[in-house]
């Protein structure tokens, strides 16, 4: 500061205003630039599945044989192409986002809040819940991912995003669980949640009120690359047949469909997967905006 | 550390059972494993009934995995449910495979990763470093199985444009595939295709890690000191920061495997190899619970095996860890 702008200072007085932790978080999120743009295109790509049947040119499977086997055009906005039965692939993609998105934030949000209360509890109590937890988590460790995903939706799903959303949220949720875990375990030592206890305060407030708003942080990041994770694991099920099945659209089924017309008509498979791409590229480039905006000490670029 | 070790893998034994047991209670108690026999047409009921006698699909659940534990160790697995095959010999078929494929994926994908890795470190924020970091990021956010699609467009395009097969799109080895040298040569014709998908996955993440642990040990204070003893810069980053970065990786790639496994499964089943995961895959058309019980039981063991490995390796690499 100038000594000018020091004469301006004791003329008029120094404004204070108290910043709250989120302001800064805030402030720090809007200066990554790749994060802001992922984000607005994600709110872009979310809003075009959001209003699927207002947006899509054409309906999910509106046969149109005259228009069969269409490359990518501007003409009659088949900007994705159409396949041997004329359907528009930018439509089929469209309602394939909707579905795709709505089963990653539902496998997001049904896994962190089962695996944040998990972890709190081992975290807070210790003991056996803790040990429980612990040796579950080894067991899920012990088995391939993606092998135990395809065997539950073989022998118990069917092909509803409803039921493959609750099979992967049973996956993915161990590992929200081990960082809530070991936040707690260090938070409990603190001397903020002795003075809560020595006020009187129930174990469930000083979880709830004391303890948790200090992980809120990592929890989020957690989040949203869990929502990229259920993207792209999501996409692999449905393309082997083994998760998400017509009448509901979704993009890896629409890739396998694409896949089994033909490599001639190349964009049936190019598109959808692009897609796929861009949303899970976007979600983890805004993930790393939040660690950094929430946690600037630990500017790491992910491992 | 024998103790160690031993204490492991008892630990090990138990986590196996325990996941064995939900397992196969998971896929007994859900679907009916006779549906596909049902619908097949001209079966008779003795038939039916010899399947549900072999495999005692009328007993209560524990029993039936009592009498699946008794198959899996006294008689390799056993068969499959309607008892036309074997497991085991099927299954070290598709295992000696994969094998090949994983082996090489992985070792071209680290050295491939521990280039890119130091050298984005040690020109960080350079164009490399962040070419590098642009298309890992792209590799984490790209499907394996989209990937390997679009490689096979790739290939069939170039053959539409200018009549040349650059690379076959499927199966192992050709019909004609001779002997001797000849037959290496051509499975490795088929082989690159999917060694490229597999290592891309691969490749993305152990370089930002290898960037990060090399970019941790080059701030540390013994890499100063060697600096400002006057070692030459090749020998400080060589000697002195590279070998110590290298440590965290052993942890990371022998904890991928089961990460590389799903990327297995999906990159045989499109470019339709013999493998692990092709044989898995099929297993789950089929319906079949017991070649899937027996694939997740050999995977989970070797899980196991490699996470120990991992911790005996970094143990003898790196003496400040102690056992205990």
């Known amino acids: 500061m100038g000594s000018l702008d020091l004469a301006l200072v004791y003329e008029t007085g120094v404004d204070v205003k108290a910043r709250s932790q989120w302001a800064y978080v805030r402030m720090r999120f809007f200066r990554h630039r790749l994060a802001v743009a992922s984000l607005v295109v994600l709110l872009v790509i979310g ?20 228009d069969a086997t269409r490359s990518p055009t501007l003409e009659g906005w088949h900007l994705f192409g159409t396949d041997q039965l004329g359907r528009d692939y930018l439509s089929r993609v469209v309602f394939g986002i909707r579905t795709s998105l709505w089963v990653a934030v539902f496998v997001a949000l049904v896994s962190t809040a089962l695996g944040t209360t998990v972890g709190a509890l081992a975290g807070y109590y210790g003991g056996r819940v803790d040990n429980l937890l612990m040796r579950f988590t080894d067991l899920i460790l012990t088995l ?35 960082i809530v875990r070991g936040l707690f375990l260090s938070l409990r030592e603190k001397e903020f949640v002795e003075a809560a206890k020595a006020a009187g305060a129930s174990d469930l407030r000083i979880i709830v009120r004391h303890m948790l708003p200090n992980c809120v942080g990592p929890i989020i990041v957690n989040t949203t690359l869990v929502v990229a994770a259920a993207i792209l694991v999501e996409a692999a099920l449905s393309f082997l047949g083994f998760g998400i099945q017509p009448p509901n659209a979704a993009l890896g089924k629409l890739i396998s469909e694409g896949q089994s017309e033909g490599f001639e008509l190349w964009w049936l498979v190019t598109f959808p997967g692009l897609v796929i791409v861009v949303i899970a590229l976007c979600i983890n480039f805004v993930g790393d905006g939040l660690r950094d905006a929430f946690d600037p000490t630990q500017r790491r670029v992910r491992a | 550390m024998l103790s160690y070790v031993v204490r492991r893998l008892l630990y090990s034994v138990v986590v196996l059972v325990a996941a064995s047991f939900l397992v196969f209670t998971f896929v007994s108690v859900s679907g009916d494993p006779l549906a596909q026999l049902r619908i097949t047409p001209n079966v008779s009921e003795q038939s039916k009934q010899n399947v549900i006698d072999r495999k005692h699909l009328d007993e209560p659940i ?66 490399f470093d962040y070419a590098a970091t642009t298309v890992s ?35 192992l080895n050709s019909v004609d595939a001779g002997s001797g040298i000849h037959f290496v040569l051509d499975r490795a014709h088929h082989l690159v295709l999917p060694v490229v998908v597999l290592m891309v996955a691969s490749v993305a993440s152990y370089s930002r890690y290898m960037r990060a642990s090399m970019l941790e040990v080059i701030n540390s204070d013994y890499v100063r000191t060697a600096r400002a003893k006057g070692l030459p810069e090749r020998r400080v980053t060589m000697k002195h920061a590279f070998r110590n970065a290298l440590l965290p990786l052993v942890t990371l790639v022998a904890l991928n495997f089961g990460t590389l496994l799903g990327g297995v499964i999906v990159t045989e089943t499109v470019f339709s190899l013999d493998g692990m995961g092709l044989y898995f895959y099929n297993a789950l058309l089929a319906n079949d619970p017991y070649p899937v019980m027996a694939w997740l039981m050999v995977t989970a063991t070797m899980i196991i095996v490699f996470n120990l490995i991992a911790d005996i390796a970094y143990g003898y690499l790196d003496p400040r860890v102690r056992y205990d």
């Open chain 1, 47 to 66: 809003l075009v599945g959001l209003f699927a049947p207002q947006v899509a040119p054409y309906g999910y499977d509106d046969i149109r044989l005259e």
């Open chain 1, 144 to 178: 391939p991912g993606l092998a135990v995903l395809l065997t539950a939706s073989v022998f118990f799903g069917s092909g509803d995003p409803l039921k493959i959303g609750v099979i992967l949220a049973l996956l993915f949720w161990t590992a929200v669980a081990r």
């Open chain 2, 62 to 127: 524990p029993v039936r995995y009592w009498y699946w534990v008794k198959d899996a160790v006294m008689n390799q697995f056993g068969t499959t449910l309607l008892g036309d095959r074997p497991i085991l010999p099927d299954l070290w078929r598709v295992m000696k495979n994969t094998l090949q494929l994983v082996l090489v994926a992985e070792l071209l994908a680290v050295l491939i990763a521990v280039g890119i890795g130091v050298y984005s470190a040690l020109r960080q924020y350079s164009v």
């Open chain 2, 137 to 171: 990021f792209l590799g984490l956010a790209t499907p394996l199985f989209w990937l390997a699609l679009m490689l096979q467009v790739l290939v069939v395009q170039i053959y539409e444009q200018t009549g040349h097969r650059i690379f076959p799109i499927a199966s």
